[in-house]
């Protein structure tokens, strides 16, 4: 059972450049979302997806576009990497909210991101 | 917008002293949840509170939800080495969806 994966585990950028992160859950989970972890500032959520065709807006969206084609996968897209997106990155998947009891996250590992 | 802070922002504490962490939100929360962070690691889920003035244990782990839902906590009784981490609440102010703001963390250092 894998959970959530995510690619790359550590990937160095030009600024200007673009690139996709990729996440995917095994679980059946409806519910997925993209948070961004700098120092001392805890994890900020980017974006996230109650549903296949439907993402919303974080805290931090700004440079940073989502889709959610099938439940399986919710990548996030960096436009144009800029040294202010340097952060540890982590993607989250939990079952659907009508159960409250439920909500549980499972994050995956993380990709690290050092954009020079 | 949505805020959801913690303190103490680190805490070093000797082995088998207690620890305390405190979650703060400036909205009333539907529910909240703590994760544990190893280091290098990625957030594990530990409990989520409902309930107005909640408590729930996990062996040494009690965790609190305030009577107004704006605030919690998370004690930590004889801290042992492997307690080492940060810890995390996460607050939801909506019923049923995942959007779910994150404090910005307590780092705890046990030392032997």
């Known amino acids: 059972n894998a959970g959530v994966t995510q690619t790359p585990k550590f990937q160095v950028l030009k600024t200007g450049q673009s690139m996709t992160l990729q996440c995917a859950q095994d679980?059946?989970?409806?519910?997925m979302s993209w948070y961004r972890q700098d120092p001392g500032m805890g994890l900020r959520l980017i974006h996230y997806?109650?549903?296949?065709?439907?993402?919303d807006q974080g805290e931090v969206p700004n440079g940073y576009n989502v889709s959610r084609s099938t439940t399986e996968d919710f990548p996030l897209r960096l436009l144009s990497a800029a040294p202010s997106q340097t952060s540890v990155y982590f993607c989250?998947?939990?079952?659907?909210?009508?159960?409250?009891?439920?909500?549980?996250?499972?994050f995956g590992q993380g990709t690290r991101l050092t954009v020079v | 917008g949505q805020q959801v802070m913690q303190i103490p922002q680190y805490q070093h504490v000797q082995e088998g002293e207690d620890f305390t962490t405190y979650c703060n939100s400036s909205?009333?929360?539907?529910?909240i949840q703590w994760y544990k962070q190893r280091p290098g690691g990625h957030p594990v889920f530990l409990i989520q509170?409902?309930?107005?003035?909640e408590v729930k244990k996990q062996k040494r782990l009690t965790f609190q939800f305030g009577e107004a839902k704006k605030n919690s906590s998370l004690h930590i009784t004889a801290t042992q080495t492997t307690d080492v981490g940060t810890y995390f609440c996460?607050?939801?102010?909506?019923?049923?969806?995942?959007?779910?703001?994150f404090g910005t963390g307590t780092r705890l250092k046990v030392l032997a």
């Open positions: 989250a998947s939990s079952y659907s909210g009508f159960q409250v009891t439920n909500t549980e996250a499972f």
């Open positions: 997806s109650v549903g296949a065709g439907i993402t």
């Open positions: 679980m059946n989970h409806e519910y």
């Open positions: 996460a607050g939801s102010t909506t019923s049923g969806t995942y959007k779910y703001i």
């Open positions: 509170l409902v309930k107005s003035g």
């Open positions: 909205t009333t929360l539907s529910n």
